[in-house]
Nanobody, 124 residues
Framework: QVQLVESGGGLVQAGGSLKLSCAASGRTFIMNTMGWFRQAPGKEREFVAAINWRDGNTFYVDSVKGRFTISRDNAKTTVYLQMSSLKPEDTAVYYC?????????????????WGQGTQVTVSS
């Protein structure tokens, strides 16, 4: 079992920045990938970014490339999502998740464990 706890969400103006954190505990060594997803009201859950625990390789959805950065601190078993140049369309609940699958596999059903989510609201 792996437990994930997100933090860092909040309200920010368009153009601003936020940094989300995801603290992992439990059998984290069995997981290959950590990812971030988001879900806006009335929309399906969307892949945002992922990182390979071991080598740090990353993958992003096109809409956040150049604005968001995913990183990890292996010693703290924590994953971060630095979000910059935020837009109102980035408003969503952001979820941290972990997977056995490769970091470039964006399918939500490949992720075995999920956090409770943290709200990010970007005002125009």
């Amino acid at each position: 079992q792996v437990q994930l706890v997100e933090s860092g969400g909040g309200l920010v103006q368009a153009g601003g920045s936020l940094k989300l954190s995801c603290a992992a505990s439990g059998r984290t060594f069995i997981m290959n990938t950590m990812g971030w997803f988001r879900q806006a009201p009335g929309k399906e859950r969307e892949f945002v970014a992922a990182i390979n625990w071991r080598d740090g390789n990353t993958f992003y959805v096109d809409s956040v490339k150049g604005r968001f950065t995913i990183s990890r601190d292996n010693a703290k078993t924590t994953v971060y999502l630095q979000m910059s140049s935020l837009k109102p369309e980035d408003t969503a609940v952001y979820y941290c998740a972990s997977a056995y699958s490769a970091y470039y596999d964006t399918r939500a059903d490949k992720y075995a464990y999920w956090g409770q989510g943290t709200q990010v609201t970007v005002s125009s």
